[in-house]
């Protein structure tokens, strides 16, 4: 008897967890970049004789529906600016680029800007002072579409992601940390260099960063 009250209680405890964590979903908390894989690209970018400088660390933002960490910058052969962050929303509908730029005015595109037609996908925005590459990239997903600039794009990768939290099948039961997390490393380079050149280079970064992140 004793026995049918525990898994009783178990049975009511998770559901109650579960329902808690629908109904009152928790506020979104963007995890922090990695140091250790931030050096690593650092590094690799250095080997391939790309020159970086630090910029100013920006602030980290957090409200009910999106949080991001401090948007770290670098300047890269003094033609252009990288700044990464990592971005997480509370509903799934606001996993999109758009959305997340609202709250960093700094990294908001126009509205001419275009959209990659392949894989991997991103935004460009030209103007008189060069061109802006944008995208998200969903860590610990190896595919070719870890990268995505809509919520169709980057739901896809954050469902096919990999996860490497231990005991995660059983937090989830427990309802002790949300089903799926909805983040992505917001990543975005602004640059003077002519055409053609300055799409090599953004590839080439995106190439480093999918290396680097998963």
Same mark, same amino acid.
């Given at each position: 008897m004793n026995l049918r009250n525990f898994y009783g209680a178990l049975v009511l405890s998770s559901t109650l967890a579960a329902t808690q964590s629908i109904i009152f979903p928790r506020w979104p908390q963007a995890s922090k970049i990695s140091s250790e894989k931030l050096n690593n690209l650092k590094a690799n970018l250095m080997s391939d004789r790309y020159v970086l400088q630090p910029l100013p660390v920006r602030v980290e933002h957090s409200d009910f529906n999106i949080s991001h960490t401090p948007i770290i910058g670098f300047?890269?052969?003094?033609?252009?600016?990288?700044?990464?962050?990592?971005?997480?929303?509370?509903?799934?509908?606001?996993?999109?680029?758009?959305? #997340?730029?609202? *709250?960093? @005015? !700094?990294?908001?595109? &126009?509205?001419?800007? %275009?959209?990659?037609?392949?894989?991997? #996908?991103?935004? *460009?925005? @030209? !103007?008189?002072?060069? &061109?802006?590459?944008? %995208?998200?990239l969903v860590s610990d997903n190896p595919s070719s579409y870890n990268v995505g600039v809509n919520q169709d794009q980057l739901t896809l990768a954050v469902d096919q992601a990999k996860s490497l939290e231990k005991n995660l099948t059983i937090k989830r039961f427990f309802g002790f940390t949300p089903s799926r997390r909805y983040q992505c490393m917001l990543i975005t380079l602004k640059t003077t260099l002519p055409a053609q050149e300055d799409s090599k280079l953004w590839l080439d970064l995106l190439t480093h960063f999918q290396k680097t992140f998963n």
């Amino acid at each position: 008897m004793n026995l049918r009250n525990f898994y009783g209680a178990l049975v009511l405890s998770s559901t109650l967890a579960a329902t808690q964590s629908i109904i009152f979903p928790r506020w979104p908390q963007a995890s922090k970049i990695s140091s250790e894989k931030l050096n690593n690209l650092k590094a690799n970018l250095m080997s391939d004789r790309y020159v970086l400088q630090p910029l100013p660390v920006r602030v980290e933002h957090s409200d009910f529906n999106i949080s991001h960490t401090p948007i770290i910058g670098f300047t890269i052969n003094s033609n252009s600016k990288l700044y990464i962050t990592n971005v997480q929303v509370r509903d799934r509908k606001n996993l999109q680029v758009s959305y #997340f730029t609202e *709250s960093i @005015k !700094s990294l908001q595109l &126009t509205n001419a800007a %275009t959209q990659s037609n392949q894989p991997p #996908f991103f935004l *460009s925005d @030209k !103007s008189p002072e060069g &061109t802006t590459f944008q %995208t998200c990239l969903v860590s610990d997903n190896p595919s070719s579409y870890n990268v995505g600039v809509n919520q169709d794009q980057l739901t896809l990768a954050v469902d096919q992601a990999k996860s490497l939290e231990k005991n995660l099948t059983i937090k989830r039961f427990f309802g002790f940390t949300p089903s799926r997390r909805y983040q992505c490393m917001l990543i975005t380079l602004k640059t003077t260099l002519p055409a053609q050149e300055d799409s090599k280079l953004w590839l080439d970064l995106l190439t480093h960063f999918q290396k680097t992140f998963n």
